[in-house]
């Protein structure tokens, strides 16, 4: 049985006379007895049919669309795993709202949200881990062989496989918020950050997390989520309003999360004390802090002597109880006096600021010094906590320290009292030991080292 050879494309002479090409070069044997000229300049033609018929694009799209369903995931298991357990073990209690088991259980059974956000809150979890020493980073265990931004970067591919924008969820909002921790923490990411956390926001409202109403008829442990998932919202834009000049959105508009409904009640005891401190000054407080930001030179219509103390009061009394683990206590006292320090700040800028002389203990916080007391106060309750509670909380911390250390500065100039250089020297050189070169405030830094 003769095997039919392998097809050969014909020179253009022996193409057009259908007749049988030998190939040879510089020219056929045809062309040669001929006289012909032997090219190969012709276009080849397109195979197949010109026009896709109705039935057959209807089935491209049906077999579009059972792709996006049934996308093939890029990242096991074994690479999510050891992502998944350090955010169980080291930062629930910052991030506290994401079960593992249960997230780990709809990955195997129903991929595809819960997939997006294991690989959001991997991607945001090595991240957060390389502001770590190498000691501690080692300790994590993390794999080495997958980059934090593969892991992002498939979050991204897995959530629109599954158009999340029609379907919006918990899940699709966590992957979010999850995104926006880690763009934050990567240099340049700050604008791809607040989009992500806008969104975040934007599923919530859609969801109807602010309002009460919406969590009528379903379950408490349902509610409790819900309510922690909007709490870290309104933290966390909280913070980005003052640092980016972003005007706030939610307000505190439903009740605070329980430690009564917490399975992990000790890992929520921080959080709830967080969340106080963020929601204790009301929208306005953010708004006239936005706009004495970007008008240095204006004063702005801002509440009374009055309205400034009980500010200050309110963030006085928050407490850190004892069994609130170290990355939460230290969240705590420095958001606390990071707060303290701004709302000080404002009272600078409007002149509402007070003598010592002229001060008693109940307008003490109008004080022309009493950044000194403030910058005191947290040296000492932070005084015990190790430095990885300072590495663990990102570069948030050094945010912090540099206003902390920015008010104390200014209250130096104003009254000339140089023993508060003990405290602003103490806390540069926390600022210092810290891996601060994604989102540190130059001009502060850079104001607080001249003074030193």
Known sequence: KNVRSKYSRPCDACSLRKVKCDLKQPSCTRCLEHGLPCTNNRVRKKCGPKHIHSKTRESILEMSGSTQRY???????????????????????????????????????TPG?????????????????????????KMMNLPEDVKHSTYANEAIRARDAINYRLHPSPETLLTSFFLHAYYINIKGGAPAAIV????????AQILGL??????????????????????????????????????????????????????YSSLLTGFTELVKVFAIPDKKFFD?????????NEYASFPSQTWIINVQQQLESIRVLSETLSIQK?????????????????????????????????????????????????????????????????????????????????SISLTRDYSGFEYLSSIFALVSKLKNDITLPLHLYQKIENML
């Open 330 to 410: 230290l969240n705590i006292l420095l958001s606390k006096y990071w707060m303290k320090s701004l709302t000080w700040n404002i009272s600078r800028k409007n002149n509402l600021l007070l003598s010592k002389a002229s001060t008693d203990n109940t307008n003490s916080s109008l004080s022309t010094d009493y950044p000194f007391v403030m910058a005191k106060d947290f040296l000492s309750e932070s005084k015990d906590l190790p430095l990885f509670a300072f590495e663990s909380n990102g570069p948030g911390v050094c945010i912090k320290l540099l206003e902390l250390g920015n008010s104390l500065a200014d």
């Open 288 to 296: 006239k802090f936005m706009t004495l930001k970007m008008n240095e």
């Open 113 to 137: 949200a819960a997939y997006s956000l294991s690989c959001a809150v991997s991607a945001a979890i090595i991240v957060q881990v390389t502001f770590l020493s190498s000691s501690s980073a």
């Open 196 to 203: 992500y956390l806008r969104e975040a926001i934007s599923i």
């Open 71 to 109: 996308y093939v995931p890029l990242i096991s298991l074994k690479h999510l795993l050891p992502c998944l357990q350090v955010y169980q073990t080291w930062f629930y209690g910052v991030w506290p709202v994401v079960s593992v088991a249960y997230l780990m259980s709809k990955v195997v059974s």
């Open 210 to 263: 602010h309002n009460s109403n919406t969590f009528i008829g379903k379950s408490l442990a349902e509610v409790h989520r819900l309510r922690k998932i909007y709490y870290l919202l309104l933290v966390t834009e909280r913070f980005i309003c003052i640092e980016d000049d972003i005007p706030v959105i939610l307000e505190p508009s439903i009740p605070f999360p329980s430690l009564e409904d917490e399975e």
